[in-house]
């Protein structure tokens, strides 16, 4: 069965950097994209970017640009996350998404997040 | 595109029917949005897609639908595992927005 597993909680001081990694398995890993999501303590979700594992094209948030980047190792089917010059507001939990569902619309085809990983827990502060 | 969801939180009882509610702040094709479902320490899970597709494996007592700008998700007959926060997502255009969410609770 499809499954994304994250790793484990982090701990960080303001102005560091944090790498989260989601691994895959029970699917092709190169077929679907791979989206980050994070949800800070009793708020909604927030999108932060994507990257694609046919060319490896990423798009981030605009509010992330510069600080994100979402990368892969297709040997090890595993995504990372890495956001830099961590901010207190930055403690969330991060999930990544597999874009898993194609649907088709008057717009064009889009894609539904089908399986999510656990979360990981980026907790920020001095 | 902001969607708001309605009502904040939603009491009430094994049996009974849930309706909840996502406004979207621009229009766009009912293809567009989903609704997941998140539980305490838990990811979300796809419940429907398309506005009103089931996705695998969701019991026929959810459904969806959509009139405008408005997206409802429907739960008849409410089971105690339905008991979680409920979120809108659209995907007509980038950036993907959420709702803020609707506590469903007992």
């Known amino acids: 069965q499809v499954q994304l597993v994250q790793s484990g909680a982090e701990v960080k001081k303001p102005g560091a950097s944090v790498k989260v990694s989601c691994k895959a398995s029970?699917?092709?890993?190169?077929?679907?994209?791979i989206n980050w999501v994070r949800q800070a303590p009793g708020q909604g979700f927030e999108w932060m970017g994507w990257?694609?594992?046919?060319?490896?094209?990423?798009d981030y948030a605009q509010k992330f640009q510069g600080r994100i980047s979402v990368t892969t190792d297709t040997s090890t089917s595993t995504a990372y996350m890495e956001l830099r010059s961590l901010r207190s507001d930055d403690t969330a939990v991060y999930y990544c998404?597999?874009?898993?569902?194609?649907?088709?619309?008057?717009?064009?085809?889009?894609?539904?997040?089908?399986?999510w990983g656990q979360g990981t827990l980026v907790s920020v502060s001095s | 595109i902001v969607l708001t969801q309605s009502p904040g939180t939603l009491s009430l009882s094994p049996g009974e029917r849930a309706t909840l509610s996502c406004r979207s702040s621009?229009?766009?094709?009912?293809?567009?949005l989903a609704w997941y479902q998140q539980k305490p320490g838990q990811a979300p899970r796809l419940l429907i897609y398309?506005?009103?597709s089931r996705a695998t494996g969701i019991p026929g007592r959810f459904s969806g639908s959509a009139s405008g700008t408005d997206f409802t998700l429907t739960i008849t007959g409410l089971e105690p595992e339905d008991f979680a926060v409920y979120y809108c997502?659209?995907?007509?255009?980038?950036?993907?927005?959420f709702g803020q969410g609707t506590k469903l609770e007992i």
């Open positions: 998404a597999r874009e898993g569902l194609p649907v088709a619309g008057p717009g064009g085809w889009a894609w539904i997040y089908d399986y």
């Open positions: 029970g699917y092709t890993f190169s077929n679907f994209g």
């Open positions: 990257i694609s594992l046919n060319n490896g094209n990423t």
């Open positions: 621009q229009s766009f094709d009912s293809s567009y």
């Open positions: 398309g506005s009103s």
């Open positions: 997502q659209q995907y007509s255009s980038s950036p993907v927005t």
